[in-house]
T-cell receptor, first 114, second 109 residues
């Protein structure tokens, strides 16, 4: 059973640029969530995808967008990067059958915006 | 509202002692909580969960207690080991995870 894998592990971007982060779900999981974790803080929910549709969104602007693919992998896209977007971005997959049955996190992508 | 917070930012314990990490929540309708451990450079790792129909749940060396009256939960780690050093988060599961700030557990010999 494979876990959740994220790529890249580290990334440096310039303010105003766009970035795409990728996530492969754990085998058997059908839902992917993305979280932003600023240094010294708990992860903050960005959004969740289920059956390739956005299924819940946190307090993040529209320049944060995502995709889920038929194989349940996912992308997080951030446009017009700002310095405050520097954070660890975590992907979590889960199996939802009416309710969630636990989340498995990847190790994250460390994004630095300069 | 959505507010899951922790009392102590850092907890230092001696190896072999028991550790207790606390967490408060504000939404009395909250019914499912999870404790996560996050080591440096890694994502959060599931430790144990508890639903509101229970007030105690035990795992291997860990126990979670839920006091719905005062909206408080705690994670107890028995015989703390150096490998337990990490940041611990409580999170409420409402079809998304609402995390607290976290408590850093430091284990010294």
């Amino acid at each position: 059973e494979t876990g959740v894998t994220q790529s890249p592990t580290h990334l440096i971007k310039t303010r105003g640029q766009q970035v795409t982060l990728r996530c492969s779900s754990q085998s058997g999981h059908n839902t992917v969530s993305w979280y932003q974790q600023a240094l010294g803080q708990g992860p903050q929910f960005i959004f969740q995808y289920y059956r390739e549709e956005e299924n819940g969104r946190g307090n993040f602007p529209p320049r944060f967008s995502g995709l889920q693919f038929p194989n349940y992998s996912s992308e997080l896209n951030v446009n017009a990067l700002e310095l405050d977007d520097s954070a660890l971005y975590l992907c979590a997959s889960s199996l939802v059958r009416g309710e969630s049955y636990g989340y498995t996190f990847g190790s994250g992508t460390r994004l630095t915006v300069v | 509202g959505e507010n899951v917070g922790l009392h102590l930012p850092t907890l230092s314990v001696q190896e072999g002692d028991n550790s207790i990490i606390n967490c408060a929540y504000s939404n009395s309708a909250s019914d499912y909580f999870i404790w996560y451990k996050q080591e440096s450079g890694k994502g959060p790792q599931f430790i144990i969960d508890i639903r509101s129909n229970m007030d105690k749940r035990q795992g291997q060396r860990v126990t979670v207690l839920l006091n719905k009256t005062v909206k408080h939960l705690s994670l107890q780690i028995a015989a703390t080991q150096p490998g337990d050093s990490a940041v611990y988060f409580c999170a409420e599961n409402k079809n998304k995870l609402i995390f607290g700030t976290g408590t850093r557990l430091q284990v010294f010999p």
